[in-house]
């Protein structure tokens, strides 16, 4: 009998499935999605332009109608734009195109785990460098684990996730000038801070790659991440592009969804001022503390983590627990939900501390 397994990659041997609990709750606060979907009037205009699909056909393997509403919306020209199916394909597409040759891939912890699962998965060596104790960077520490290791390339997610905080432009330019490697900035949680990101610097930065996704904006369902960088970089990484990666439904509704940009636009406003509301009242309850964050999401630490978890799901409400030892010990993340959402989130865990256990 031929055993399969034999062949099988050492690295994938070691390696667990990404298994996300899909748990059901009447209040989702757990995965940085938006609460948001679309207006009556607008699902009804996605559904009248998914029904004229031709299901038979292969996609438009260059997203051609998608890439000019998205080039509007983000304000990057169309032909500077590379798509994958979640920026999670694009990460892939990153690792296989530049790393190989034994540097690595390096990036703070914690972040973003899918750099470190997919780099694994590629047999890549993953160099984790740890952040400071109130989850900022050292830029001459930093900088120093750059020098040592020689990565191939750098992952900084800014805002960062889980903790919120985002790695200023007095980081990333010396990272960006002294690292020597390919250095991607993640702005998945870009649109909830009050600036537009990095992308000025593509100009003067030909190392520099940076990611988007319209996840985190309503529209998780359609898997759509967006990478943007040099010409000289997206040819590269477009090699390794699976050819139809951007399927028909995603291409059709998110290119009606951007059309509404306005309505999109005020969403984004209610879910940062709803943040800023929530990060107020989590600072009032002495018993936890709650990390600054320009996200769609707060982390906090808490004595009772798991206990507080259990009390918040007993009542339908599903946040993240992220309670392990090391630097999360004690953390729980909540996604910032409507205003409803937040109210009730808020009265339970009140009512937790106030002895409702
Ligand atoms: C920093 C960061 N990058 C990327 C992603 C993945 O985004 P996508 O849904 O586009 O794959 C996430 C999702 O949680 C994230 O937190």
Same mark, same amino acid.
């Given at each position: 009998m031929i055993n399969p397994l034999e062949h099988l990659r050492p690295e994938i041997r070691t390696l667990a499935p990404y298994t996300l609990a899909h748990r059901e709750a009447r209040v989702k606060l757990d995965a940085n999605e938006s609460p948001y979907g679309p207006s009556e009037e607008i699902q009804r205009e996605i559904r009248a332009q998914l029904d004229d699909i031709e299901m038979n056909r292969y996609p438009d393997p260059d997203a051609t109608a998608l890439k000019t509403a998205l080039a509007g919306f983000l304000q990057i020209p169309a032909d500077r734009l590379l798509l994958g199916n979640g920026s999670d394909e694009l990460i892939g597409y990153l690792i296989t195109t530049f @790393?190989?040759?034994? &540097?690595g891939v390096l990036y703070p912890t914690p972040t973003f785990s899918m750099y470190g699962i997919i780099a694994a998965s590629l047999g890549q060596k993953t160099i984790e460098i740890p952040l400071e104790e109130d989850f900022q960077i050292m830029t001459d520490r930093f900088l120093a684990a750059l020098r040592k290791n020689s990565p191939e390339i750098v992952f900084l997610a800014s805002p960062n996730n889980p903790t919120g905080r985002e790695f200023p432009e007095e980081v990333v330019i010396p990272v960006l000038e002294e690292s020597g490697a390919v250095v991607v900035l993640d702005e998945a949680y870009i649109d909830f801070t009050d600036h537009n990101g990095c992308l000025r610097l593509l100009d003067h930065y030909p190392n520099l790659i940076i990611l988007r996704t319209l996840s985190k904006i &309503?529209? @998780? @369902?359609?898997?759509l991440g967006i990478l943007t960088a040099s010409p000289q970089i997206l040819r590269e990484v477009e090699k390794v592009r699976l050819p139809y990666n951007i399927n028909t439904f995603s291409q059709t509704a998110a290119t009606v969804l951007l059309r509404h940009e306005g309505a999109l636009r005020e969403q984004i406003r209610t879910i940062v001022s709803e943040r800023e509301w929530l990060f107020s009242a989590l600072s009032k309850i002495p018993q936890l503390c709650p990390i600054p964050s320009t996200a769609n999401f707060i982390l906090f630490r808490t004595d009772e983590p798991d206990r507080l978890f259990g009390h918040l799901l007993n009542a339908g409400i599903l946040i993240r627990n992220l309670n392990a030892p090391g630097p999360l010990a004690g953390c729980l993340r909540v996604t910032i939900g409507a205003p409803e959402e937040n109210r009730e989130f808020l009265s339970h865990l009140q009512n937790f501390f106030q002895g409702g256990k």
């Open positions: @790393a190989g040759k034994g &540097g &309503g529209m @998780a @369902a359609l898997r």
